[in-house]
Structure formats: C-alpha cells, structure tokens
C-alpha cells in the first residue's frame, strides 16, 4: 500500500537533515564537509516529490504501508556515487548491512533519521521490483534453459578492420517498424517504461527546466555498447560543454543497432518530455531508408555515415561504392569526377576519374573501360533523404554537428567504467535496467553539480 504521507517530501528531507547537522558532533561535521561535500550538494538537489506521485498507481490499495521508499531511492543514488570508495566497494549487500549503518552522515545524506529507521536489504530489492512492468521470476526452474540448449556458445567472426562481424539488417524489418510507428503503435514491450519515467521525472525533466538541456537547436546523439553479461539517445549543451543522458534503453546485443535504435526512439518520444531534436548523430550502422524516412517526418535533420555496404536505393551498380560522404568510388576504389548534373536524368553525373585524367593510371581499367569517354554512374537527385540528407555531408555545418556524436562514447565510457555497470555482480534485464536508471540519474545531478560550480564561478 502506499501512502502519500510516508513518501518523504522534498522540504522534510531537508528539514531533517538540517536538524541532523545541527546536532552533529565537531569530527562528523568535518567529515561531512571533506568527504561528502559532492553528494551532499548534489542529493539535496534531488527532488523525488514528482517520482512519488507517479509511482503511487504501483502500489496496492490496501495493506501495510510501504515505507522508506524515498530513502530507499537516495540510499541507491549515494552508493553509486560512492562506488568503489566505501568497505561495501560493488556489493550492496555489504552496503545495506555494514556500511551505511555505521556511518551517521550516510544515513542523514539519504533522508533516514537513525539507524534503527533504515529499510532492511529485502525492501530494497522489493522496490527495484516494483519498478520492472514484467515478471521478475527468471530464475525460477521453469525459466531455466533445456539441457540441449546449454551448448557452447558460437564462435565470433572477426573481419579485417578488427571488429566483430555483424548480420546485415533486416531491411524489410527496419521498414514494417516504422511503418508502426506511423500507425502510432508501441514497438517496446513496455518493461522498462517505469523506470524510464522515474527517470524522466528525477532527472531529464529538471535538467531542461535548469536550462541544462536546451528546448531549441537540441543535437542528440545515439550509440550503444556492450555489456558483460547493451543510449540511447545523449543529449549536450554546448555552452556549457556539458552531456547528458536522455533515454537508456537496455536491449539485446543480438538485435541489430539499426533496430535497437528505432525501439529507443519510439521510447523517447513517448516520454513525454517535450523535447523536439533538430540534429541526430548517428553511425553507419543506421544508413537505412526507412531510419530517413522516419526523422524527416519528425523534421529532424539525419547526420547519418554512409554505410559503404548499404548500396544505393538508386540503382547503383553493384561494383560502384560510396564514401562516407556518399560520393561514388569506382571499381577500383577510387574517387569518380563529378561531371555535372543531367536535367533530363534529374541526376548527378559522375565519370571515370582515369577517362578524365584526374588518375595517371587504373588496375581496372582494362574491366571496366569500354570507350574512352569512360565509364558514367548517375546518382538521382529525387527524394533519396540516404544520399541527399538536408545538410550535405560534405559541408562544414554537417562536419561540425556530426563531431559532436563522440558524446556518445564519453556517456558510455561514464556509464560503463566511471560507474562500474559492467562490474556490478548482478544479473538479468530488470537489474541491469535498474541500475542503469539509477546511474543516469548520477550522471545528471554531477552536470548539475557542474553547472551549479560554473555559475559561483562567473558571479
């Protein structure tokens, strides 16, 4: 049952722990200020009064009152932040039991009165249940595999350039999604839309009312990345030269990045933020029409790589490639010579760089040369967003803006290393998606930790 008047307010956590501090002993207030100073700044701008009405509706009508559910999610936050810098290090088993019953200043930061006030470890895990829309027994013996299913796994093809070798995306599929999309169906199956919106709530919201995130002129940058056991979309100021997280969706590692990221886009706009990109980042693992299609209804400009393995929707001959700023190179690999645009064809023409001179010699010319005009390719100027983006890829705004898509590794690196997500002992997607919550919301009160430090500095 919850009861709205034992959801710790926003205004009684700060009138408790101002009560706290006055009555703190000489060494506990030094300790406050030298060890915890950070935290203290950043969960006391932590308001979760608006994550408490919404997550009301989760809980039953009737029955005991569910209690320290506020501190709960504070005590979670503060050992994120405190990864690594405490006895209980990852575990927060050792958290819950040992640490932060032994440390006064630790338990005020989180909002509880005395240590005969803090919630036992079961209520913790009870809340990061509540918070997955779906069935968290996937440990239980009717979820275990077969035996004929606990094989070895399969061995992984590495190509040329290093990296692991992906299928080719379904484009029939990347197509009928967005399809749905149109039609204003749901692709996500609705797991992770609790904790999406307690993060939404806590932290993207306040970071746009701060001004941290910008209504107008807003890039949003998209990647994703593995972990040992897979934002979304990243958003950045660049005034402030300050980066944060708008949606993290935790997905399969066996599903494409194309599709991967039209599930996270139909997530972020059903969050209800309302925040309109104009730019999106992207790498060449999304160079799909429909991907184009998609952002041009939402008249969002597509910074996309071209994927030299993608083709042409145009009819580009098989031995004819693209560069990454979609202009032909020939068989050989070398760069064709714009020669012009054909009014009749509605196409830029593009002819053998070695029939033209630009080259001094060719190994394919024997293949490939039939006249000595030189082998003509035609690149259609109709309707084809993948080739003909509305900033062209070859200009310096495009250059520009697409730099700004290495704020997705930095968000990753913080995310996965400076966070420790992949070193966590947990498993499964709902406590994966649970501390990946927890951790965006960390990454948003150190922004806003940072911008707070930036404006004492420039009063």
Known sequence: MFNSFSWQSHNEYHINFKNFKAKLSSDLRVLLWNNYSEERHKLMSLNLDPVGGYLSQFYSATGRPALHQAQILRSLILFAFLFNRTDARLSLTVWVREVFPSNPVLTALAGCRCVDDLPPLGSYYDFMNRLWNASCDNYSRTCLLTKNMNGKKPKKVIGPDGKLIEPEPDTYATRDMVERIFHGESL??????????????????????????????????????????????????????????????????????????????????KQGTGLSPKNLCLDSAHDNIATYKLLDHWDINALIDINKRGGSSDGLPDDISLDKDAHPLCQAGLRMCSWGYDKNKDAQKFRCPLAC???????????????????????????????????????????????????????????????????????????????????GICIHLDAWYKMSSMSKQTA
């Open 188 to 269: 996500s199956n609705g797991k992770q839309d609790i904790l999406q919106t307690v993060f939404s709530l806590a932290a993207v919201l306040p970071s746009i009312i701060n001004g941290l995130i910008p209504l107008k002129e807003l890039t949003v940058s998209g990647d994703g990345t593995a972990v040992k056991a897979h934002a979304n979309p990243f958003g950045r100021n660049p005034q402030l030269s300050l980066e944060v997280p708008l949606l993290l969706n935790f997905t399969s590692a066996k599903r494409h990045d194309s599709i991967n990221f039209l599930f996270a886009i139909d997530a972020f706009g």
């Open 357 to 439: 001179n630009r080259v001094k010699e060719c190994p394919c010319s024997l293949e490939c040369r039939k006249s000595s005009y030189g082998r003509t390719v035609y690149i259609k100027n109709s309707s084809d967003l993948r080739l003909h983006p509305r900033i062209p890829r070859d200009s310096e705004q495009y250059k520009t803006i697409y730099s700004e898509r290495s704020a997705c590794e930095r968000m990753n690196d913080s995310v996965l290393n400076n966070y420790h997500l992949q070193d966590l002992k947990i498993r499964g997607d709902d406590h994966f998606s649970f501390w990946t919550m927890i951790i």
